[in-house]
């Protein structure tokens, strides 16, 4: 690898800081919840989704809609439910009795950032629409493929499984997602943080009242993630991810370890860490910055496991402390 030039330190610096100033601005609508805040950056970083799991009014939507004000990014707002069709997501031909011809109504699946709220509430099928959109950043529609915007990602919001009225995500689909991030409900620090700012006029609903400004866009996202993908991975680094992810083929508690794509998922959150924290290199603390969130999803725990109280995130962590760390 070449060594870098003044000129790309100096821009890889501005569109590091610019993500940093992301992070501000949401911070301006949304109290906490720095690490979901940090897994949203860093899955655009590396051009991928996000499954926001947590119980209603944690500010799950109104995260993505400050991520979206902040980086002057198009965005729409599905509400999925029982009801819900593929045709509403991807979009679908019209016919117009005008010209006799059918002509192409594109869904809301053509923006920036996606907002797929409470995915959990449409069946499988519906779901699974979106498959086509987050793997090939297109859709096909009576057998024509069609692009999607570019940057494209989808941040779909979830609430637990236990919830009456839910439907478990497929395996096929949940692979798709790059982060699985949990948004935990506030501390009380934080709660009295947030029933201070309503109580001194904040509206949800009002991004731009509440003071969330643009501070990048695309082209200063497309320059991060070209300095992103110039941040060195060691043979060492590789072989750890690899060992990290083979452990979990072996544990007696899973069904279903991390795949070959987990595997390179993780590889390229830590990298985007490694950029985001200031180095040019990537080290095994950001291989375990990022398992969690990366891998949670990507396991399938055993039943009898389950009833003895063990969880994903125990089981990664549980192997995270067993894998020899490379010096």
Not at 12 to 21: H, V, Y
Not at 128 to 138: I, N, V
Not at 290 to 309: F, K, S, V
Request: proline share 9%.
């Amino acid at each position: 690898m070449s060594a870098p030039t003044p000129e790309s330190t100096e821009s890889s610096d501005r569109a590091r800081s610019s993500l940093e100033a992301v992070r501000t601005e949401i911070a301006k609508a949304v109290v906490g919840q720095d690490p979901a805040v940090t897994g949203l950056v860093v899955a655009l970083l590396c051009r991928g989704h996000v499954l926001l799991e947590g119980v209603p009014g944690v500010a799950k939507t109104l995260l993505v809609r400050a991520l979206a004000a902040s980086l002057e990014l198009d965005t729409k707002r599905v509400q999925f439910t029982p009801d819900l069709m593929p045709s509403d997501v991807t979009g679908s031909l019209v016919y117009d009795a005008r010209t006799a011809e059918f002509s192409f109504q594109p869904g809301p699946v053509f923006t920036n950032l996606l907002l797929a709220d409470e995915i959990n509430r449409t069946p499988p099928k519906t779901q699974s629409s979106l498959l086509e959109a987050m793997e090939e950043r297109q859709v096909t529609v009576d057998g024509t493929p069609r692009r999607l915007p570019d940057p494209f990602l989808v941040a779909a919001t979830q609430n637990p499984v236990e919830y009456e009225g839910t439907y478990p995500l497929p395996e096929a689909q949940l692979d798709r997602f790059l982060l699985k991030l949990t948004v935990p409900l506030p501390s009380r620090e934080d709660e009295i943080n947030v029933l201070s700012r309503h109580a001194e006029g904040f509206n949800p609903h009002d991004l731009h009242a509440a003071g969330v400004r643009p501070v990048t866009d695309p082209a200063g996202l497309e320059t991060a993630r070209a300095a992103v993908a110039k941040t060195a991975v060691s043979d060492e680094i590789v072989g750890y991810v690899v060992d990290i992810c083979r452990a979990t083929r072996e544990s007696p508690s899973l069904t279903l370890g991390v795949s070959p794509r987990g595997a390179t998922a993780l590889l390229s959150t830590a990298r985007a860490w490694a950029w985001l924290t200031g180095r040019d290199y990537v080290i095994p603390d950001d291989v375990k910055a990022l398992a969690l969130p990366t891998l949670r999803h990507r396991i399938q725990l055993r039943p009898e496991a389950e009833m003895e109280g063990v969880t994903s995130d125990s089981v990664i962590t549980a192997v995270l402390a067993h894998v020899p760390v490379p010096r």
